[in-house]
T-cell receptor, first 113, second 113 residues
Framework: EAGVTQSPTHLIKTRGQQVTLRCSPISGHTSVYWYQQALGLGLQFLLWYDEGEERNRGNFPPRFSGRQFPNYSSELNVNALELEDSALYLC????????????FGPGTRLTVL | AQSVSQHNHHVILSEAASLELGCNYSYGGTVNLFWYVQYPGQHLQLLLKYFSGDPLVKGIKGFEAEFIKSKFSFNLRKPSVQWSDTAEYFCAVNAFGNEKLTFGTGTRLTIIP
């Protein structure tokens, strides 16, 4: 069974640009979560999508947004990039929300110059 | 709001030593508790989880953790570590019914052969 996949693996952008990160959950999983792992800050919850709807949001500005598609894959969009957005962005998936075990993808490393 | 503290930032042990990594959380209600591990160059993997029942849970690779409700703790233990246990370990918690996982800042474990 394939795990959670994310693309691209690495990305380099400059300040002010926009970026889109992609995530495909494990087959059968309907919930997708996004986390930011910045140096020295640990993993911080960004967004949770389930059945195409945004269910919960972490303490991040509105320029962080996303969506979930009918096939349960998801995109994370970050507008007006800032230097401090440089981080590893992790996607996780789980079965329907009652099942709390989240399976993580390898992440997308974003560098903002 | 829930929070998780991992007081050991970097632990260095020799092979065959016993391991205990501390994890404390703050949240007054029912929680689910997790330990994740991130081996060098690999993505986050679940080591073990506690939802309910026996407070002593056993995970993969000989790890176990004990949930002590009165101390708001979920410490990770292994009686005899191996060089291959070198990794970063993250404790995480979510409030029952809330899918957002709150992570600790992680503990880097280095095992010396």
């Amino acid at each position: 069974e394939a795990g959670v996949t994310q693309s691209p693996t690495h990305l380099i952008k400059t300040r002010g640009q926009q970026v889109t990160l992609r995530c495909s959950p494990i087959s059968g999983h309907t919930s997708v979560y996004w986390y930011q792992q910045a140096l020295g800050l640990g993993l911080q919850f960004l967004l949770w999508y389930d059945e195409g709807e945004e269910r919960n949001r972490g303490n991040f500005p509105p320029r962080f947004s996303g969506r979930q598609f009918p096939n349960y894959s998801s995109e994370l969009n970050v507008n007006a990039l800032e230097l401090e957005d440089s981080a590893l962005y992790l996607c996780a998936s789980s079965l329907a929300p009652l099942y709390n075990e989240q399976f993580f993808g390898p992440g997308t490393r974003l560098t903002v110059l | 709001a829930q929070s998780v503290s991992q007081h050991n930032h970097h632990v260095i042990l020799s092979e065959a030593a016993s391991l205990e990594l501390g994890c404390n959380y703050s949240y007054g209600g029912t929680v689910n508790l997790f330990w994740y591990v991130q081996y060098p160059g690999q993505h986050l993997q679940l080591l073990l989880k506690y939802f309910s029942g026996d407070p002593l849970v056993k995970g993969i690779k000989g790890f176990e953790a004990e949930f002590i409700k009165s101390k708001f703790s979920f410490n990770l233990r292994k009686p005899s570590v191996q060089w291959s246990d070198t990794a970063e370990y993250f404790c995480a918690v979510n409030a029952f019914g809330n899918e957002k996982l709150t992570f600790g800042t992680g503990t880097r474990l280095t095992i010396i052969p």
